[in-house]
DNA sequence: TTGTAAGCGTTATCAC
DNA sequence: GTGATAACGCTTACAA
């Protein structure tokens, strides 16, 4: 490009570059031939000057979960509405493909991260270490014991609204079944449920709160099918995610229990599957899109601020509540 | 690194790249240092050198379709075991937004490029005009007109199975819903369906093939209430998609049409959707993860290849029949 | 067997 | 206002 206009590849960086020391004339000579042969200055040589690739790592432990691909939409959406590349891995919730997955966008010159906690990250050593080196933010499956910018929704506050929707209903006995993990999603929810319960002058009561391990619909199908040959008594129950709570409505029209009138119930999450089952689910949405869009806003933010401060925020996105037939008003 | 050693920066770039002609000792010394403070090469300066990124580009059109994002479960899982990276954009089915990726991900200058096309993308030029530059594999939504490695999975085939699996149980009267908008699969599928009538004895009655435009749950629904409205009589129905076939029961059993008493129901792609509709539904289960695979595989081949010749083939992954409540046998 | 030096494409510094 | 030059980190002829 420089010899075609007989300049030196300074000039003509400067001026794509805007620098303000370049003569008129010149500058839109070169801005036009760049324009006219869609000229695209080469990553790697700027790569190696700047250090910045304009691309972003993100990790998630399952890309077919609808819920993460929602959030991803937003990351990939927002990305590309300024400039940036999106690099995904998956952990798989392994704590050693996460740790991996962190070296290996590290390695690549990603020039942030976002990230979503595998199941098994207890420790957390890894990503507080990675932290020092670039800027990492967290989403959804975040831990309170990070120092980090986190984007999640409000889990507490929509536990408590979806909660507060059953006993509105006079429903008094109401069943959660909640992640045996104790990751922060799952301890906000089960505030939330507490909270409710609370403040309507009820107790928590043990042998209500149950507990699985992946939240599968299959899992959700267990756990209430053990409640019901228990024959404990409840007419409200609180799936801590959708899944769970179309496997409980599904063991309990196994065994003659007719939703709603004999138990109340609610999800969390809003996924297509709940429209899907009869009685329809009625749940809490997650604002999946705008946390991929916080995300990456302010993973930007902390990129473009260079700073080696890393901000402990959290941010909260509101949930909204859905009802349909498995609760009706 | 080489400092630290005291040997040129040659000597090292040789030993980790295993080159013959360095000794055996020094050669250690280097791999052992490498791996002791964990040396990673700068990609910057690989890749200026070498024009190669060590990744890739995938375009889909949607990212929360649960069949897409399985298929790039298993494109992140075969790049990963070999070192590569995975950039993903999203063409929301945009003619335009497609080109926009195609252009994006080459000047990124990855590697290689995965495309599943989307909807709007009659125009094929900016497709053939790439495929120039940079080795470019299409998998799930193809088209015959491009001549490139295409994998699908064998949709004739599986919708000739499914349509076999009506007749086996008596039904005659077998309804298609189909997508409008002429794409390969549909085309495939139609195909499939129009053999298994024929080879059945059975000729294709055009009043049962009904077409819809964007697959979804609701469009399968309207079809059906149409068709229940002008009295047309039917005892089978295969829906091209899950979702078109999962709406189509639904508003079967508003109108008071039992399944599969009064028409067997058959769905294509086996989504988590199929096995929450009651009754759960048959359906044809795609090999999402392997199309993933094999993609990567073919466009890793492709790549090293480094040859000018697109290959033109098309590789058929087979799909499996699920037999469910909607259609027992 | 090892080292030297050039060059990949870009930008920042400094001289003209 | 413009250009020469060095530097980023790596690979590879070629020289030693």
């Known amino acids: 490009m420089a010899e075609i206009l007989n300049l030196s590849t300074?000039?003509?960086?400067?001026?794509?570059?805007?620098?303000?020391?370049?003569?008129?004339?010149?500058?839109?000579r070169v801005l036009e031939l760049a324009k006219k042969m869609n000229y695209q200055p080469n990553l790697f040589?700027?790569?190696?000057?700047?250090?910045?690739?304009?691309?972003?790592?993100?990790?998630?432990?399952?890309?077919?979960?609808?819920?993460?691909?929602?959030i991803l939409k937003g990351i990939i959406e927002s990305a590309k509405g300024v400039g940036y590349r999106v690099i995904i891995s998956e952990s798989g919730h392994h704590h050693q493909d996460e740790k991996d997955a962190i070296n290996t966008l590290i390695n690549s010159n990603v020039d942030g991260i976002l990230l979503s906690i595998a199941r098994e990250s207890h420790d957390i050593e890894h990503i507080l270490e990675a932290s020092n080196f670039i800027p990492i933010v967290l989403f959804d499956k975040v831990s309170s014991k990070i120092p980090l910018t986190k984007i999640i929704d409000d889990d507490?506050?929509?536990?408590?609204?979806?909660?507060?929707?059953?006993?509105a209903q006079g429903r008094r006995k109401i069943v959660l079944i909640r992640e045996k993990c104790k990751t922060s999603n799952s301890e906000n929810r089960y505030r939330g449920y507490a909270r409710a319960l609370s403040s309507a002058g009820l107790t928590v009561d043990d042998v209500l709160v149950r507990e699985c391990d992946s939240m599968s619909i299959e899992d959700g199908f267990a756990v209430t099918e053990a409640l019901i040959a228990e024959k404990i008594e409840f007419d409200g129950l609180f799936g801590a995610t959708d899944n769970v709570a179309i496997g409980a409505i599904q063991a309990m029209k196994k065994n003659g229990i007719t939703i709603p009138r004999d138990v109340s119930v609610i999800g969390f999450s809003n996924s297509k599957n709940s429209t899907i089952i009869e009685p329809s689910l009625s749940t809490m949405e997650q604002p999946g899109f705008n946390i991929g869009k916080y995300a990456v806003k302010y993973l930007l933010e902390e990129i473009s601020e260079d700073s080696d401060i890393s901000t402990n925020r959290t941010i909260e996105l509101k949930t909204k509540l859905i009802v349909r037939d498995s609760s009706p008003i």
């Open 10 to 28: 300074s000039t003509v960086s400067k001026s794509l570059l805007g620098h303000s020391d370049i003569g008129e004339s010149t500058k839109n």
């Open 156 to 167: 507490e506050f929509g536990a408590e609204t979806a909660v507060q929707h059953l006993i």
């Open 45 to 70: 040589g700027k790569g190696l000057r700047t250090q910045k690739t304009m691309s972003i790592g993100v990790i998630i432990p399952d890309i077919t979960v609808h819920y993460s691909s929602l």
